[in-house]
């Protein structure tokens, strides 16, 4: 089961708890499960409980959300905030109700948060699997009308560069329909929300002080939009779906600011201005170029400025050919509405290749991040999974990448079949993956060509002769007193094991290096037989 809790503003909080089923076994509702959602609530919101005290009951990011929450709310508890709850069960089943025995669980959930927090707002959400293919394909394009200040913009090229006041900003930030923040705008953004950062609390005050027009004290924002930008006078422009590449963290803290409270009122009028630059960006290494360049000069997650590379647009394009869909750009295909299952996220692919190229399941289980920093020592990881010409263009068959992912799903998917716990099948899957690849290729650690030439229609009969090996290596290290089956997954003695116990059958891989012109591309992949 999973878990997870959101909290938003200041003269309200908004908790939002996750229940995930996802093994095909376990469909429909259980009041069960609804009534885990009532004893976690009830620890969560009773203030006399420490949340380190519930460390042998909850995961650890579980633990530091519950000490945020009491945090946040002790901070704001003098304004007396606006409380919601809202608790969504998502399941693999059909069922569109919930019956009487569920209905109780979620009444005995209603009557838990009353007893801590009054009369405020419990909402249960159960969510089916017709309900979650809706989401996935819902796909919310806007058009937009931006608004300049003060002086006509500057055109250049198809973009402007210009003026606009504050408080239309603001208006432009909203979501028509409820009238709350549009996230969507920011789907292209690299960035995550820092929240009460020093940097939000500087361009707060700058907000609060009025001492000089706002846009001589800010860098601004950056807007792309595919489209051909519609001006619609000289004062305004139409924008299909803008998207906020840069200064999400400006934008937020204006929208808050300007977003009408209880305990204070909304600010008077308000004549100071943003400086914004409205781009066109029809080709997508252009636009990407413009995200990275605008959002390199500050931290941020590492993967999305490595997936600006040309071998990830290399990647990407050779996935589609195959009906799948590398997510570089984390959201942009969930946006477009592609099926889930055939989306593949940037860790996704780091880890499988970690796992099946570099033969270090144990990295790609436990810091796949170390390959992708910017370190000296993270440059030279990365090269090792991702290695490039001086063009950036791949020096491996990109076919290998598709294979490694379906061959990492193939293993889940029969891990999951096994009905072990998810715990052990997040373990166990990259050792499997890395096993199975030796035993079909038989190689100890097998190079990409080897790789691509595994026959997929056989990887589900070498899986049920391989996994009771595996797991038996495993299962050993875990009878060991007080073993923790996370660290000997994320340990190396498990590798050095099944590495010894491989290298008794198997050599090492030595890669073939055949001229182009003795095999094509399309003979590659027609041998690797990409699904």
Not at 85 to 108: C, H
């Amino acid at each position: 089961d999973d878990l997870d809790l959101a909290a938003s503003g200041t003269d309200r909080l908004r908790l939002v708890a996750f229940q995930s089923k996802s093994s095909k076994s376990e469909t429909g509702y259980k009041a069960d499960d609804i009534d885990k959602f009532a004893r976690f609530v009830d620890d969560l919101l009773d203030m006399s409980n420490n949340p380190s005290d519930f460390a042998y009951k909850y995961e650890g990011h579980l633990i530091s959300i519950m000490q945020t929450y009491k945090d946040k709310y002790l901070s704001i508890a003098g304004n007396f905030p606006k409380i919601v709850l809202d608790f969504y069960y998502v399941t693999r089943g059909d069922e569109t109700e919930i019956s009487k025995t569920e209905q109780d669980a979620v009444n005995r959930l209603s009557s838990t948060v009353r007893r801590h927090v009054g009369d405020s707002a419990c909402n249960f959400h159960p969510v089916n699997t017709q309900a979650l293919l809706r989401f996935v394909q819902k796909r919310r394009q806007r058009n937009r009308t931006l608004h300049w200040a003060e002086v006509q913009p500057l055109p250049i090229g198809e973009g402007y560069i210009g003026l606009v006041n504050l408080k239309d900003w603001y208006e432009f930030l909203q979501d028509p329909d409820s009238g709350d923040l549009d996230e969507l705008i920011f789907e292209s953004n690299v960035r995550g929300f820092r929240g009460n950062s020093a940097i939000n609390r500087q361009i707060k005050l700058t907000l609060e002080n009025r001492s000089a027009n706002f846009w001589q004290l800010n860098n601004g924002v950056t807007i792309v939009s595919a489209e051909k930008l519609q001006p619609i006078d000289a004062m305004s422009v139409s924008i299909v779906d803008p998207q906020v590449v840069n200064g999400l963290q400006t934008s937020r803290v204006i929208y808050e600011y300007f977003r009408p409270k209880v305990t204070t009122p909304q600010p008077t009028e308000d004549k100071r201005s943003l400086l914004v630059r409205l781009l066109r960006t029809t080709d997508e290494a252009a636009r990407n170029d413009v995200i990275k360049a605008t959002n390199n000069q500050n931290p941020m997650k590492v993967s999305a400025l490595r997936g600006t590379d040309n071998i990830h647009r290399q990647i990407e394009d050779l996935f589609t050919k195959y009906g799948y869909f590398y997510d570089r750009r984390p959201g942009y295909y969930r946006d477009k509405g592609v099926a889930i299952e055939k989306i593949v996220g940037y860790t996704e692919l780091t880890q499988a290749v970690i796992c099946l190229h570099v033969h270090r399941p144990d990295d790609a289980r436990a810091r796949p991040g170390n390959y992708l920093t910017f370190t000296e020592k993270g440059n030279a990881k990365y090269k090792t999974i991702f290695p490039m010409d001086s063009h950036g263009n791949a020096k491996q068959p990109l076919g290998f990448y598709l294979k490694a992912v379906q061959i990492v799903r193939s293993v889940d998917d029969f891990l999951e079949a096994e009905q072990i716990e998810r715990s052990d099948r997040i373990n166990l899957k990259f050792y499997l993956a890395y096993y199975l690849s030796s035993e079909m290729t038989e190689r100890l650690k097998p190079h990409a060509d080897s790789i691509l030439r595994i026959d997929s229609s056989l990887i589900n009969e070498h899986l049920a002769n391989v996994y009771p090996v595996v797991l038996g290596m495993y299962e050993n290290h875990a009878s060991a007193p007080d073993a923790s089956r996370d660290a000997i997954a994320k340990g190396s003695q498990l590798l050095k094991d099944i590495e010894e116990h491989l290298a008794k059958r198997y050599k090492e891989d030595t890669p073939k290096r055949s001229s182009p012109k003795q095999r094509k591309v399309r003979d590659v992949l027609r041998e690797a037989q990409l699904e």
